[in-house]
């Protein structure tokens, strides 16, 4: 099974389909298409029915019942774009073997090195084969990674008819890492009572916990006059900013919170004397602690209105997605069988929020319960992002157990 996966991530993320926030297309990118029209041919060809790509690119595909059970439909889902903060054009993923658990020189001639000192959790993996970057782009395991593990997963089942399951539905959606993944994301077609997206970190993550989250675009403006005439007269956008910024508590920033912690987040700030644009975003799991974050930056905004004029600051606050257990806690036992299925393969599940979200996030509140189990990955968005292909196995085998598990425990 590992070289298979190996085989799989290879050809995946030397395709590049990093999504673009910038682009109004769906998908935002053309390789991410690519990649669909691939993953189209290759669900046909082991063996998956019922197998579509729409115009969105939306892959989906779905794996026959083989059993008199009566058992909900689930589903498993991954993405096929690659983060937007470091480049995934012209991958080449390396595959270390028996990994010794020293440093990895990644790029001897850039002196990009993978060490154990900047990330202790390396030596973890000693004896495992890992496949990481070059040193040059990301690697992509986030989320091709979850893609071949599926895939593997399925292809599996096939060639074993003997072990039992409900009908399987599978896909491959676009555009998570611009918050954009369920857009148009068609559930009804889809047809799964339940879903897990296959998009965690390392072994034995299992997620059903996200922030609430919300997006905040600032328009500060000023104006503009010669400095030696400016008495009286200049208004400093970029000064109204940094006051602004200045108002929330310093303590809650990304860099300063952990666990449960909500916080603000300064994403970019740019502009001069007569135009100023701000991006944050603003994440908690506590849904009343979430409004009142909002609630304050627009009070903060209403101050500097009011000191520097009504038409000098505007606020676009766009909620992006909410805590996903308001929805899957009434079906806990889809997060109990993910649990249960770990266990029996001697996994230890690691039940924590994900800081941050999942195409699950969304797809909840859309009708379809979806909690996030792992990939076997870590670092995502960087050079420094690497997968293990032993878990990358373990990962298949949590598929294959938890489709096993519906199957026994019958209509719930």
Do not use: W
């Amino acid at each position: 099974m590992k070289d298979i996966l190996i085989q799989r991530l290879s050809t995946y993320v030397q395709m590049d389909t990093q999504s673009d926030e910038n682009s109004d297309t769906c998908p935002s990118t053309p390789g991410q298409l690519a990649l669909g029209r691939l993953l189209v041919e290759e669900c046909k060809s082991i063996g998956l029915q019922e197998v579509t790509m729409d115009e969105n690119g939306y892959v989906m595909a779905s794996l026959p019942a083989n059993t008199d059970q009566e058992v909900p439909v689930i589903g498993f889902l991954a993405h096929l774009d690659t983060a937007t903060d470091f480049t995934g054009k012209n991958v080449k993923p390396q595959v270390i073997e028996n990994y010794d658990g020293e440093d990895i020189v990644l790029n001897r001639e850039l002196d990009v090195i993978l060490s154990t000192k900047d990330f202790p959790e390396l030596r973890e993996y000693k004896g495992h084969t890992l496949m990481t970057t070059d040193g040059t782009t990301l690697l992509g395991a986030d989320n091709k990674a979850g893609i071949a593990e599926i895939m593997t997963a399925m292809a599996y089942l096939i060639e074993h008819p003997e072990l039992k399951h409900g009908k399987i539905r599978v896909a491959f959606t676009p555009d998570e890492e611009i918050g954009r993944g369920p857009h148009k994301f068609d559930v009804g077609a889809f047809g799964a009572k339940y879903a897990y997206t296959v998009d965690g970190g390392p072994l034995g993550e299992l997620e059903y916990e996200s922030f609430n989250a919300a997006a905040a675009k600032i328009t500060v403006r000023g104006t503009n006059v010669h400095p030696g005439t400016a008495k009286g007269k200049m208004v400093n956008s970029l000064k109204i900013a940094m006051e602004l910024n200045g108002c929330l508590p310093v303590e809650e920033a990304p860099e300063s919170t952990d666990g449960y912690d909500g916080f603000y987040h300064l994403l970019s700030m740019e502009g001069d004397v007569e135009l100023t644009k701000m991006h944050y975003i603003i994440r908690d799991f506590d849904r009343e602690k979430f409004e009142a974050r909002k609630t304050n930056l627009l009070n903060i905004a209403d101050q500097l209105k009011a000191k520097y004029g009504e038409k000098n600051i505007t606020v676009e606050l766009n909620d992006q997605y909410y805590n996903m257990r308001e929805k899957i806690e009434p079906v806990r036992q889809i997060v109990d069988i993910a649990h249960e299925a770990m266990t029996r393969l001697n996994i230890e599940p690691v039940i924590r929020p994900i800081r941050g979200g999942t195409d699950g996030s969304q797809l909840s509140y859309m009708g379809m319960p979806t909690p996030n189990i792992f990939t076997g990955g870590e670092n995502y968005h960087g050079k420094f992002e690497y997968v293990s292909v032993d878990n990358m196995v373990k990962a298949t085998q949590v598929i294959v157990e938890i489709a096993q598990l519906f199957e026994q425990q019958g209509n719930i």
